[in-house]
């Protein structure tokens, strides 16, 4: 009897710690890595600072380049076709965008960046055979190309941002590692924004701003030396003046869109660089020409760092964000595309250069573009404001 209630007494205690452990694994699920704070992950915010670093703050470069070859070597090319260069790297790197999505979501986030760095090393290997590159890297880059062509000669220069692309670009090859991996990865196509008016309209508008914005980013530097604004070093200058305004514009109207709605601050940021262009008709010295690439790159900034947060307030299935970002930054591609090639087009290939006209088509497509997105904010929101629509 006594054996028996021992038995019942140890296989009730055994019920009971089973029971326990049972609670305590459903009150206590198996913690996932922390990624948002700590060593790794600040050396992943460092390994993408090396990528903008050197995609972005490369295009954001070719300003420079654009006067460097309309002075030299390529000299006897027209505007036009020198633009083409830095329109299509834009073009391919936009495009691109709705192309890598799905193979970074089925975990290839590495071979992204090996194939990228050599694409970009190989390119620089290249173009310095040839003789023929975001804000922070917009600064470098071209401070680094004006300094080294003086000293080393144009080839060398490109081969030296090239091992400084390399060196930069082996941090994230290293250190960056897929956090995790969607359940499936994202279609190349959503079909169904297709019929999405609002989300059309907001491509359309966006195309106009960008081809607008990069007529600026092409031609302030080469409108300066050209037009007799600044002496040549001033000129190449002008580009990393504006990179580094657009620092601010990348930044602080990001954190205003979060109180008033992103459509609040990029509808009248356009509106602001379309005006730019036209007050760049009436610059008659290097102190308005400095004054208008700092003002210019503030409000070019919020042109690049609201617009994704356009997308996202207009995509209400967040599951197609990323291919809907990726479908219109394709388009967007189209629209640099006929910037650079279409403002030279109308500078034409004799002096004196046709600057008014081109300095008109920029500020028209920019300024049409703050219309538009002002149009779509009031069409969607009305008077309301976007955050509690």
């Known amino acids: 009897m006594a054996s ?33 704070k700590g060593t790794t992950a600040w050396l992943h915010v460092l390994g993408s600072f090396f990528l903008v670093f050197n995609t972005w703050g490369i295009l954001n470069a070719f300003g420079e380049y654009q006067t460097y070859y309309a002075s030299s070597f390529l000299s006897h090319e027209s505007s036009s076709s020198i633009s083409l260069i830095g329109s299509l790297e834009t073009f391919i790197l936009l495009f691109t965008s709705c192309l890598t999505g799905p193979v970074f979501d089925k ?29 922070c890297p917009g600064i470098m880059y071209p401070i680094a190309l004006y300094r080294l062509i ?20 082996l941090v994230p090859i290293f250190i960056l590692r897929m956090r995790t991996s969607p359940a499936k990865a994202r279609s190349l196509i959503d079909w ?38 600044t002496d040549t070093s001033l000129a190449f200058y002008l580009v990393p003046i504006f990179n580094a305004g657009s620092c601010i514009g990348r ?20 509106l602001i660089v379309g005006l730019l262009e036209f007050c760049m008709i009436a610059a008659s010295n290097s102190k308005g020409m400095i004054a208008l690439a700092v003002i210019s790159g503030i409000f070019s900034g919020i042109l690049i760092g609201v617009l994704p947060l356009c997308f996202i307030a207009l995509t209400n299935d967040k599951s197609k964000l990323g291919t809907r970002m990726g479908m219109g930054f394709a388009f967007l591609g189209l629209g640099v595309l006929c910037a650079g090639p279409g403002a030279g087009a109308i500078l034409g290939e004799n002096e004196p250069l046709h600057w008014r006209s081109a300095w008109i088509f920029g500020g028209v497509a920019t300024c049409s573009s703050g219309v538009g997105f002002s149009l779509l904010r009031f069409k969607k929101w009305g008077t309301r404001s976007i955050l509690k629509a």
């Open 4 to 36: 028996q209630d021992f038995e019942k007494d140890n296989h009730s205690g055994d019920e009971e710690v089973a029971n326990a452990a049972q609670d305590q694994s459903s009150e206590e699920p198996p913690q996932e890595p922390i990624y948002d």
């Open 107 to 135: 975990g290839h986030l590495r071979l992204l960046v090996v194939v990228g760095t050599f694409l970009i090393v190989f390119g620089h290997t290249m173009l310095s055979g040839k003789t023929l590159t975001s804000c």
């Open 150 to 169: 003086n000293e080393v000669s144009f080839p060398w220069a490109v081969r030296i941002l090239g091992f400084i692309a390399l060196a930069t670009l």
């Open 192 to 229: 169904t924004a297709f019929h999405d008016f609002d989300y059309i309209f907001l491509v359309f508008t966006s195309f106009l701003a960008y081809m607008g914005l990069f007529v600026l980013l092409f031609y302030l530097s080469f409108y300066a030396a050209n037009a007799k604004l």
């Open 251 to 270: 930044t602080v109207p990001n954190a205003l869109a979060d109180k008033t709605g992103p459509f609040d601050i990029i509808a009248p940021g356009a």
